[in-house]
DNA sequence: ACCTGAACACCGTTCAAGT
DNA sequence: ACCTGAACACCGTTCAAGT
């Protein structure tokens, strides 16, 4: 134990990992994965490349420290509900609304299974699986279908919104895609999942997924 | 002029795309995925770095079609079993396998949801769906549900598997990590599952999942 | 201890020049 | 048309030198 060190008062530009990591998420919400580097937040933060290093091993520690910031703040607001059902309607939704409006999260949470944010994913999930029934090696396996299924339609929608922007071009996007499907391929299950695309909505289908599972853990319990 | 044109070894034909997506998946297997570099290639392929673009537009490009031209070997082995749902275990368990055997096309499936493997993917399982009864937009829902599930799973199985290596020291990695854990988790439930993580099979999991999701389909019908 | 910023060892991609 | 390979415009990371 050290004992209490009188300081010098800080400077309040004192660099600090908080500071890095929150810098780096503004760089990533306003500029885009692409953007992140070293050199453009040493210039945001006004520093050199060694005094980052000094507070973060590398970048993908930096990129796994702005995804955890991100999930924590939004797991950090999840109440139980009533339901317990509900509570984990309800956790799989924060968990797509933070990676609709940061799409740079969905990519980072399938790149590493063992990072903060995946963790803390998977203890919420766990309890409230708890809270329905699920107990021992069944909650597990309910628990990794459950977290790899949101964790995979994370990704495939955060790429998807990537390309296609929720503005007013969206569903000339989508029946510009469309066409492109039936043209290259003449297979009536590809028609018939082009015709449905333009009305396609990630959000809603993301919730029908996540009863399909809740739904198959029940059936199985 | 003297005779004939010398020729290095590997370079015994003209260069096409095929080639050039071959040598990629070899670099890939091989060496891993932070090794395929243009130029790796040219070297491989004893040839410039305008050639290679002169047959593929870009790096995204190749990565998608070395994924295609793996998942795509997998899925012309699926034959369909005489009960539909054991049809879609099979083909589960064969895009599982593929990703065991070249974990960078775990690591590249989730990246872009419309590129030709996953729209491969989306085809087979949605006719097998489609033979289990499910059609319209609810065979779209449930194939956006299993797809994402496998996907999630693969880029996360993936990636353990690139941190874990499954030889004989596996099981004692999984008991360093379960220790790590409980050791800096007290909830219960963390040291249930780090409790469970030694004996843990990915792939009898990943096809839990698969069940679950099937079992989900079957009872909302 | 904390920070600076040049230097190192790479990248993907382009393009004038060759056959 | 197809190919070559140097050049360009970047990267992440390191490290001797400063305060």
Chains 1, 2 share one sequence.
Do not use: C
Not at 59 to 73: C, N, P, S, V, Y
Not at 166 to 181: C, F, Q, S, T, Y
């Amino acid at each position: 134990m050290t004992a209490p060190t009188p300081r010098s008062p800080r400077r309040s530009d004192a660099l600090t990992r908080d500071r890095i990591v929150e810098a780096a998420i503004e760089i990533l919400d306003e500029e885009g994965e692409s953007h992140l580097t070293f050199r453009a937040l040493t210039s945001r933060l006004s520093t050199g490349a060694g005094a980052l290093y000094h507070h973060v091993a590398n970048k993908d520690e930096l990129l796994a420290a702005a995804t955890d910031g991100i999930i924590g703040r939004e797991l950090a607001e999840v109440q139980d509900d009533e339901e317990p059902a509900a509570s984990i309607r309800a956790t799989s939704l924060r968990i797509f609304d933070a990676i609709d409006a940061h799409p740079w999260v969905g990519t980072q949470l399938s790149r590493e299974p063992w990072q903060p944010a995946v963790i803390q994913i998977w203890k919420v999930l766990g309890t409230q699986l708890q809270d329905i029934g699920v107990t021992g090696s069944a909650r597990s396996d309910a628990g990794s279908a459950l977290v790899n299924y949101i964790l995979g339609a994370a990704a495939q929608y955060a790429a998807g919104a990537r390309r296609i922007p929720d503005d007013g071009d969206r569903k000339a996007h989508l029946e510009a895609l469309a066409a492109e499907w039936t043209r290259q391929d003449s297979d009536p299950l590809v028609h018939e999942s082009a015709s449905l695309l333009p009305e396609h909505e990630d959000r809603a289908q993301f919730l029908v997924g996540v009863d399909i599972f809740l739904a198959g853990i029940t059936a199985r319990r």
